[in-house]
Every structure is written in structure tokens, then in C-alpha cells.
């Protein structure tokens, strides 16, 4: 019969994932976001056995969607340096590609000589490298080294942006039919910590709005806060359906699920952060408060694999050509 | 987790499938073309009958629950969501009106005691003849907010007197008996709060007009009155002991049932326009310019995505419900997610027919109109944001 509960063994590794993030994440999001993951936190990252999640290739997409929302609830950039270059190596696995170093996976259309990507970058200052994965669409994948200059982006600060120049084809070859699990996998990690980090944003104003007093009452008594609080939570939770049914959809070998869930998430999420910030008024957009970074790292984290475009449109590819009953 | 639909109940599936196909659909458009509900002696209902299927496909009473291993949770209420979505796809007017307790049944499953189970549950075991519940709690003046209810309820001797009116009452015209809310003092606000079971028949019970409706016409609905409406003691739903206790918490558990059951019709409901919408795109769609293609594969993509997570929804609150784990944020988020993308599924979809979605030649102006009404019923989209906004802030984001 249709079962939402999790297994003992899948419970014990998301709430060893949820205590990582409420413990080492997120007290500490500003001094990540201004110097990045500190190494205490990896080491504890680490011993705790995250990374393996996604490279370990026994871990089930279930377990690896529910730890990455964590995570995404704790600090999405954090995350993305704890483990992307994990989820990269995940991703090259589908691709049939031993690439266990690769810093970051790229899923473009076309042509793509460069890219901006949120990577731990190698090298000294006059000469930072990093290894990618890129992918496209049409199913030519390569991994490379890039050139990786640091830049500004809007959020994820703490995964350090950096503008990827492609300076060498380590290997390249035809994805065939891998290329859309391929492409599947990162979307629904993606997809996971974006519900992530619009559960951190709800549950910020959860809380704000019992404590603020407008009008002689509190914020959550006036109706029309009530109801925008109910629609982001109704909202994030169908993107978390979703995301899990993705999971069990690829677990099966069908792809589609997981754009499906791309999309979703990327509209629940987007819709849940800006309303997080709307809801605080004045004090939203001040960083005395984390919703503004839950904002814009919601917003660079949706440009991840691929983005929602290509997503969209391998949903409405699915949507027209498979019946749904 | 696992979202596979068991052998059993997709077996269950199948004949609604075949049943919705042969009958449901053709006699729900008749209905509508008609402007008139079947008639409860319509042949369809005693042949429905044959096939099993009652129950209105909206109670957790049709699930073989007497072969229940007791130390398995139930799965009444997946049965229920799964089996309301697909009988919606068909038509949803007819599966309201098919034989069964309907709506009047989780009430009586949920709070009633053992005799009157039997009494009043009895009659749909093994029935010969079609026979249908309907359950009473809307009022002219109190709609969605079921705690301003003006229906009195005194107690005479070893008898109930109700007095009242309630409205918007589902089969309420065809209804062997009907679970009746009412307070016993509205000083008490909820806690005044009782339900009861009257007889049709009862002297002082009457159905004061059937509605008429903008759709679903295959579904009657009624207006009923009560006046010096005098009903035995006994049919105090839950017995004079626990009935105080279980009052107003009584009608929230069994909404907390059926909101779910409510996503899931929608759901249905919004899968046929997708179907009508996608087909007629497959079949007419040749030489139109791709902006035009691309807008009708945009708009079915969205439909189908959200859709899908609306049943997702309607299945975890059902979920939650058969483990009887609190589930009263995730069943109004059913209720309140599916309506409207349900609507929205149709009204795309009329947008991708363009003039001909407008004609009843096809399904799909129907679909449109029948749909709305369920962000209406069990309670507004406005209520549910209510219920889920108490709960949210009392209890925190649901996680599970």
C-alpha cells in the first residue's frame, strides 16, 4: 500500500543530517557566508559521513533527496561545499565516467565553454583550477579543467562563485541513454535542497510572526499574514512530494519524475523565500535576519543543473507524450 | 516509502474504470444535458449495486476492514482518495450520487456506538435495493464557519427536538437517514455542539427544494428543514456519554477524513480535463505554429505537474489519517491545493481547445464548470488556509 514513512536505516542518516544542520549550519550562515565553511565544520561534515551519501553508490535516492533538504535547511551554501563535488562524482557514476576528484557538475545546451559554478577552486591565486563535469542535453558530456575566477554572486557565498573557463578536455564521450538519469540525479538533489531552504525560510516566520505585535495583535492573527504562511507551507510541502516521488521514479529508471520535481520545487521555493522576506517587512531585508540569504540562495541554487527552463521543458516533453493515470 | 498502488485496490480501480467508461460518464453528461439528477430508482443504481460499488466512493466503509490483520495500520482512507479520484475522473456528479452512507458515513464510522453502527452502517451490507446517507451540517447562515450553526437541539423526555435548516446537502433528497448537526446551546459555541441521526421519514423533517446548480448536476443536492423534529434519544450520535466530548472534535476528525477524499475528486476531475485538453492537442495540433505548440505543451506540463503533487497531497493526508496520526494541516492542504489546480487544469485546457472548449461537445466546459464547487465544500479555500494556518503556528511545519 502507498507508504510516505521512511525505513529505520533511511530515519537515522536524515536526522543525523537534520542535527548537522541545525547544530554546525546554521548558527553559523553569516560567518560562512563571509569566509567560508570553516574546517571544524567539514571535519565534522566528514566524520559524519555526508559526502558518502552520494558517492557510496548503495545510498538510496530516498535517503540522498531527505539528507539534501536537510542540508539545504541548514545552509544551502554550506551544503554545496560539503557536498557537491560528492554529488558531481554521483553524477559522472551515471554517466559511466571515473571522475571521484570532480569539483562540480555543469548541465547545459549546446555549446558551453564557460560556465559560473560554486566550487571549491585548486591552485594558487594566479592560477585557479577546478575539475568539471559538463553535460549537455543533446548527451555529450566531457570533464574538464577550468579556469575558475572568483566573482560575485548574488547568494551562496559561502560555495564561492567562480566564473569556469574550460583550459583542457580531460575525457569526453556520448552520454546515450545515461544522460537523462544523469541529468535526473542532480536535479533531484537540487530540487531537495531548495525545499530545504524554503523550510528554513517558513520556519524563521513560523516564529516572527507569533513574536511581532501590529495593531495591538500579533502578526499571525491578521488574516492575510495567516494565509500567505499557509500557502508557502502548503506549497513547500507538495515540492517535497514531489521531490521524493521523483526519487522513487529514477530509483525505477525514469527520469521524468525528477524534472517534474525540478520545477515544482523551483516555483514552491522561490514563491516561499520571497514571501519570507515580505512577511518581515523592513526587517526582511535587512541581514539582521536570515530570509534575505534564504532569497538569494534560493535564487542562485535554481539555477543549478540546468536550471528550470530545460527543466520545464523535459516536464512538458513527458506531459504530452505519456498518458497519466 | 512506496507509491505503488496495491494489486487489490488496483484491481478495484479497474472496474471503476470500466464502470466510469460504460456508465458513470455517459449518465453524468446525460444528467447535465437534462438539467436533472437520475432518479433514485434509475436502473443504474440497483445495477450498481451488482458491482460492489457502494459507498459513494467517498467513505472509508467500503475497505473489507473485517480481514484486517488489527496489528496493520488501515488503509480505508488511501482506499478512499485513490478510488474518489478515479470515480471524479468519470464524472464526480455521479460518483456523489451513487448508493451508499456517502458523506453521512465517516461520522458514524468515527463516533457512533456499536448499535448504531450496526443499524444505520447495516443497511449498506449486502443491500438489495439503493439506498443512500447524506450528512447535514451547512446552514444558511453558516456555511464554512461550521461553529456559528444555528440548529437547535433540546432534549424532551426519551426524544431530540430539532429545529433548523441546513442547506447544500449532498443526496439529502434520497437519504434513508441523515447525520444532522445542531447545538444544544449556542452560548456554548463548540462544545454545545451535537450530531444526530433522523430518520427520513421522521415527522417534521422535510426537503424544502432541490438546488440547482451551475454544474454536477448528476449530484442532487437538497435544502432540508426541521421542525419539531422529534427523534429518540438513541440517536444521539456517540450516546449521551460521549457525545458532549466528541461533538464539535467529532465533525473536525471526519472532515479531517474527507478533505483529503475532496483533493483527491478534484484531482480526478482536473486529470479528465488534462486528458480531453492533451488528446484534442495530439489530434487537431497539425500546421499550427510551434508558438502555438509550445503554449499548449507549456500549459499541459503545468496541469500535469501540479496535479500530480495534488495527489501526492490527498494520499499523504490519507496516509497519515490510516495511521491515525494528526493530519489536520495536511488534509486542508489537500483540499485547499487540489480545487483550484483542478480548475486550472480545465480552464488551460479550454484555453488550448480555444472557441470549441467551449461547447458541450466536449467534456472539457463541464469539467470546468463541476470542479469549482469543491474549493467551496468540506469547508472554503479560505477556511483551509485558517485550519492550516492554526495548526502551522501552533505545531510547526509538518516534516513527516
Known amino acids: 500500500m502507498i507508504e510516505f514513512a521512511l525505513t529505520e536505516e533511511q530515519t537515522l542518516v536524515v536526522e543525523m543530517a537534520r542535527n548537522f544542520a541545525t547544530r554546525e549550519l546554521r548558527p553559523n550562515i553569516r560567518i560562512h557566508e563571509d569566509h567560508g565553511v570553516s574546517a571544524a565544520v567539514r571535519t565534522t561534515a566528514k566524520s559524519a559521513g555526508l559526502a558518502e551519501l552520494w ?3 548503495d545510498t538510496d535516492l530516498i535517503t540522498r533527496c531527505a539528507a539534501a533538504e536537510e542540508l539545504g535547511f541548514g545552509d544551502a551554501g554550506a551544503a554545496l561545499v560539503l557536498i557537491g563535488p560528492a554529488l558531481a562524482s554521483a553524477v559522472a557514476a551515471r554517466l559511466g565516467i571515473d571522475a571521484k576528484d570532480v569539483d562540480a557538475i555543469h548541465i547545459h545546451e549546446g555549446a558551453a565553454p564557460s560556465t559560473i559554478a ?7 591565486g594566479n592560477d585557479p583550477q577546478a575539475k568539471i563535469v559538463q553535460l549537455n542535453r543533446e548527451g555529450q558530456w566531457r570533464a574538464a579543467i577550468v579556469k575558475a575566477e572568483p ?8 560555495a564561492g562563485a567562480a566564473k569556469c573557463t574550460v583550459i583542457d578536455t580531460v575525457s569526453a564521450g556520448e552520454a546515450g541513454e545515461r544522460g537523462p538519469l544523469a541529468i535526473a540525479e542532480a536535479r533531484l538533489a537540487i530540487a531537495a535542497m531548495l525545499v530545504g531552504t524554503a523550510r528554513a525560510s517558513l520556519e524563521y516566520v513560523q516564529s516572527y510572526v507569533q513574536e511581532r505585535i501590529t495593531f495591538g495583535k500579533r502578526l499571525a492573527d491578521h488574516q492575510g499574514v495567516a494565509f500567505i504562511v499557509a500557502d508557502v507551507a502548503m506549497v513547500t510541502h507538495a515540492a517535497r512530494m514531489m ?4 526519487a522513487i521514479a529514477l530509483a525505477g529508471g525514469d527520469p521524468s519524475g525528477a524534472a517534474h520535481a525540478f520545477v515544482e520545487a523551483h516555483a514552491a521555493t522561490l514563491f516561499a523565500v520571497e514571501r519570507g522576506v515580505q512577511l518581515l517587512g523592513g526587517h526582511g531585508y535587512l ?12 535564487r542562485a541554487l535554481a539555477l543549478y543543473a540546468g536550471g528550470r527552463d530545460p527543466a520545464a521543458e523535459d516536464s512538458e516533453h513527458n506531459a504530452w507524450e505519456t498518458r497519466w493515470t | 516509502m512506496d507509491l505503488t498502488i496495491p494489486e487489490n485496490v488496483e484491481k478495484v480501480r479497474g472496474m471503476l474504470r470500466m464502470l466510469g467508461k460504460t456508465r458513470l460518464r455517459p449518465l453524468g453528461i446525460e444528467a447535465d444535458r437534462s438539467g436533472h439528477a437520475l432518479p433514485s430508482d434509475h436502473p443504474f443504481f440497483r445495477e450498481a449495486l451488482g458491482f460492489g460499488m457502494t459507498g459513494g466512493f467517498t467513505g472509508p466503509l467500503d475497505q473489507p476492514d473485517k480481514q484486517r490483520d488489527p496489528n496493520r495500520p488501515r488503509s480505508a482512507a488511501r482506499r478512499a482518495v485513490i478510488l474518489a479520484e478515479e470515480a471524479a475522473y468519470w464524472d464526480r456528479g455521479m460518483a456523489t450520487s451513487m448508493p451508499g452512507p456517502s458523506l453521512g458515513g465517516p461520522p458514524v464510522y468515527l463516533m457512533g456506538t456499536p448499535e448504531q453502527k450496526q443499524k444505520y452502517l447495516g443497511i ?3 443491500a438489495k435495493e439503493p439506498c443512500w446517507a447524506a450528512f447535514a451540517m451547512s446552514e444558511p447562515g453558516a456555511g464554512s464557519d461550521v461553529a456559528a450553526l444555528r440548529t437547535r437541539a433540546r432534549k424532551d423526555g426519551d426524544h431530540w427536538v430539532i429545529d433548523g435548516e441546513k442547506m447544500f446537502i449532498s443526496n439529502g433528497n434520497r437519504a434513508s437517514w441523515v447525520v444532522v448537526w445542531a447545538t444544544i446551546d449556542p452560548t456554548q459555541g463548540r462544545a454545545g455542539h451535537r450530531a444526530f441521526i433522523v430518520e427520513r421519514g421522521t415527522p417534521g423533517f422535510k426537503v424544502a427544494r432541490v438546488d440547482k446548480k451551475m454544474g454536477l448536476t448528476a449530484s442532487e443536492t437538497a435544502s432540508l428543514t426541521f421542525e419539531n423534529c422529534r427523534i429518540p434519544a438513541e440517536n444521539l450520535l456517540g450516546g449521551e456519554h460521549t457525545a458532549g466530548k466528541e461533538g464539535f472534535k467529532g465533525a473536525m476528525a471526519t472532515f479531517n477524513i474527507t478533505r483529503p477524499i475532496v483533493g483527491a475528486m478534484a484531482i480526478g476531475i482536473g486529470r479528465a480535463a488534462y486528458d480531453e485538453a492533451r488528446r484534442f492537442a495530439r489530434d487537431n495540433f497539425t500546421g499550427v505554429s510551434a508558438h502555438r505548440m509550445y503554449r499548449a505543451r507549456e500549459r499541459l506540463g503545468t496541469i500535469r505537474r501540479k496535479l500530480e503533487a495534488g495527489r501526492l497531497l490527498a494520499w499523504h493526508a490519507a496516509w497519515l489519517a490510516d495511521h491515525k496520526k494528526p493530519n489536520a494541516a495536511e488534509a486542508s492542504m489537500a483540499k485547499a491545493y487540489g480545487p483550484p489546480v483542478a480548475l486550472e487544469a480545465a480552464s488551460l485546457g479550454m484555453d488550448i481547445l480555444a472557441e470549441a472548449g467551449a461547447a458541450s461537445d466536449y467534456l472539457i466546459e463541464k469539467l470546468y464548470r463541476d470542479v469549482k464547487v469543491l474549493d467551496i465544500v468540506e469547508g472554503t479555500g479560505q477556511i483551509q488556509r485558517l485550519v492550516m494556518a492554526r495548526q502551522l503556528i501552533n505545531h510547526g511545519a509538518p516534516h513527516e
Not at chain 1, 560554486?118 to 594558487?124: D, E, F, I, S, T
Open chain 1, 55 to 57: 558517492t557510496e553508490a
Open chain 1, 118 to 124: 560554486w566550487l571549491p577552486v585548486r591552485g594558487n
Open chain 1, 151 to 158: 566573482i560575485q554572486a548574488i547568494g551562496l557565498h559561502a
Open chain 1, 243 to 246: 521531490v521524493q516521488r521523483g
Open chain 1, 287 to 298: 541581514k539582521d535576519h536570515p530570509v534575505e540569504k534564504f532569497m538569494r540562495d534560493a
Open chain 2, 124 to 126: 449498506f451490507e449486502g
